[in-house]
């Protein structure tokens, strides 16, 4: 599927993959075995303490007190909540891996023994219920795995070794943050800058990576429908924005379907509606929040100018004062689509299919998820960056699930939460063989 002129960019020389040891290899295996329970139990308290984007305070206690326990030099509070952990070991390059914090406002309904039942405000001081429904908590998890392996194998790299713990991906905001505050400067510049992600479209335990453009672009929308209220007796006397605000949402959904080339790759989700407050009261304003997705910078913006002149020129048709037009506001910063350098992620790859059975293996493709994990392979000069997936779900439940046709919960759902083991041995071995290979001895 053709996704943007970045596709067609020349491919770079690959980097040299140095095969590991069948030693290296026992000696890995052994050491996650060995770390899985305390990792486990880790896990599970993670799971059951979710915290929201720049709230992370308990999350970012646990990393920098395991990371201190095993010789790091730690940092915390960069970028609000973050953590940086650096490991120096002789000369040679500087490779940072990346994990993410945060949880997302969604009430937890997987009857788990561990489910979270936590409230917590969000930046705005409204309460929230939260929940661990993007596998942020496997993530952070396996950072502490990876930063056990990479202390007791010291004897086979070289070099500087930068793990951090980023807040507010979930906003998109964290990774800027870090940046903003320093991290390319104040700490070790790496030469190569690697992640990964659980996600719930693959068994637990499976492994995809991806060269090129593999996240979109993500803009959030804020929406203000603008109406005159009244009595519910009286809609003849009002303007009303409910009934505008569904038809605003109806028209909205033509904007990928008929104004963009059939095939672009771009998505219009309105993820929430509110307005008024009673049974027979026309409110006076409906408010929705909006979630778009796309490959190119040309997209993106047509989205948006697409968004306002669908929601003017409907609340003219209703009537609708020109002084009370709805407002369109961009929330925040455009979060990037992320570029997985592909001469570093042929490596990745490489070193994966060293250290796991084919079989292990799926083929995936661009989507329209969003990561601000682009951030750091965008500031100059660039650092190559590659993130990779990690299944995450039950494979009976999926095998079931592609049998009969029924959707499976996957990330940010309220029903979804990765199987801990497989997931989690998987991911610590993964970040670890491809921090051994990038930092080997030569």
């Not at 942020?136 to 790299?157: C, E």
């Not at 003849?236 to 909205?252: C, N």
Request: proline fraction near 7%; glycine fraction near 8%; charge should be negative.
């Amino acid at each position: 599927m053709h996704l943007c002129p970045l596709l067609a960019l020349v491919a770079l020389t690959p980097l040299p993959m140095l095969a590991a040891s069948s030693a290296l290899k026992e000696t890995v295996t052994a050491q996650v075995a060995a770390d899985y329970p305390a990792l486990e139990k880790i896990y599970l308290d993670l799971h059951a303490h979710p915290e929201l984007s720049f709230m992370e305070t308990r999350t970012a206690g646990i990393v920098a007190a395991e990371l201190r326990a095993l010789g790091y030099e730690v940092t915390e509070k960069v970028g609000n909540t973050g953590v940086v952990g650096v490991l120096k070991n002789g000369s040679g390059p500087t490779v940072l891996v990346r994990a993410d914090m945060d949880a997302l406002p969604i009430k937890e309904e997987t009857g788990l023994a561990h489910a979270s039942k936590v409230v917590g405000k969000d930046l705005s001081g409204k309460d929230q219920p939260v929940m661990h429904a993007c596998a942020h908590d496997s993530h952070i998890t396996g950072l502490i795995g990876v930063a056990r392996v990479m202390t007791a194998t010291k004897a086979h790299w070289s070099g500087t070794l930068v793990l951090i713990a980023q807040p507010a991906e979930e906003i998109g905001a964290g990774a800027r943050a870090m940046l903003t505050e320093g991290l390319f400067t104040k700490f070790p510049r790496p030469d190569h800058v690697i992640a990964l992600h659980v996600g719930g479209d693959m068994a637990a335990g499976q492994l995809a990576t991806l060269e090129g453009p593999s996240y979109a672009n993500v803009d959030s929308l804020d929406i203000t429908v603008r109406g005159l209220g009244g009595h519910g007796a009286r809609p003849h006397s009002t303007r009303d924005p409910i009934v505008l605000a569904a038809q605003i949402v109806t028209a909205l959904q033509t904007i990928v379907s008929r104004e963009l080339k059939p095939g672009t790759p771009a998505v219009v989700t309105v993820g929430a509606i509110n307005g008024g407050t009673k049974h027979n009261i026309i409110p006076a304003e409906v408010k929705l929040q909006l979630t778009l997705r796309s490959y190119n910078e040309e997209v993106a913006n047509q989205l948006i100018t697409s968004i306002k002149r669908i929601c003017e020129n409907t609340a003219r048709a209703a009537g609708v004062p020109e002084n009370l037009l709805p407002v369109v506001t961009v929330f925040g910063t455009r979060t990037p689509l992320t570029f997985n350098d592909p001469a570093l992620t042929k490596r990745l790859d490489a070193t994966l299919r060293d250290w796991f059975p084919a079989e292990r293996f799926e083929t995936t493709e661009a989507a329209t998820y969003g990561e601000d994990f682009s951030e750091y392979g965008r500031t100059q000069p660039k650092v190559p960056i590659s993130i990779f997936w990690v299944g995450g779900s039950d494979p009976e439940k999926l095998a079931e699930g592609r049998r009969t046709g029924q959707l499976v919960p996957s990330n940010h759902s309220a029903f979804w939460a990765p199987v801990p083991e497989p997931t989690i041995k998987t991911s610590v071995t993964a970040l670890s063989a491809a921090a051994l290979d990038l930092l080997a001895k030569k």
